[in-house]
Nanobody
Framework: QVQLVESGGGLVQAGGSLRLACAAS????????KGWFRQAPGKEREFVAAISGSGHTTYYADSVKGRFTISRDNAKNAVYLQMNSLKPEDTAVYYCAGGIGVLSDSPRTYSYWGQGTQVTVSS
């Protein structure tokens, strides 16, 4: 079992930055891929970024490429999402997820999910 807890959300003006963190506990952290997803009101959950267990491979949605950076620190059992140049359309609840296998942008391939943290970007 893996438990995930997100933090770092909040209210920021357009153009600003936030850094989300996801703390993991339970099974061997480094063996799991980690992903960030987001869900805005009335919309489906969408992929944001993912990172392999080793941290050597990353994968981004086109909408955040060049603005967001995913990273992980296996010694601290943590994964991060640095979000720069934020836009109002980035407003959503952001979720951390853990999964095994091929690095994927599909929520169905992730077995473990955090409770989410709200990010609100004002214009």
């Amino acid at each position: 079992q893996v438990q995930l807890v997100e933090s770092g959300g909040g209210l920021v003006q357009a153009g600003g930055s936030l850094r989300l963190a996801c703390a993991a506990s339970g099974r061997t952290f480094s063996s799991y891929n980690k992903g960030w997803f987001r869900q805005a009101p009335g919309k489906e959950r969408e992929f944001v970024a993912a990172i392999s267990g080793s941290g050597h491979t990353t994968y981004y949605a086109d909408s955040v490429k060049g603005r967001f950076t995913i990273s992980r620190d296996n010694a601290k059992n943590a994964v991060y999402l640095q979000m720069n140049s934020l836009k109002p359309e980035d407003t959503a609840v952001y979720y951390c997820a853990g999964g095994i296998g091929v690095l994927s942008d599909s929520p169905r391939t992730y077995s473990y999910w955090g409770q989410g943290t709200q990010v609100t970007v004002s214009s």
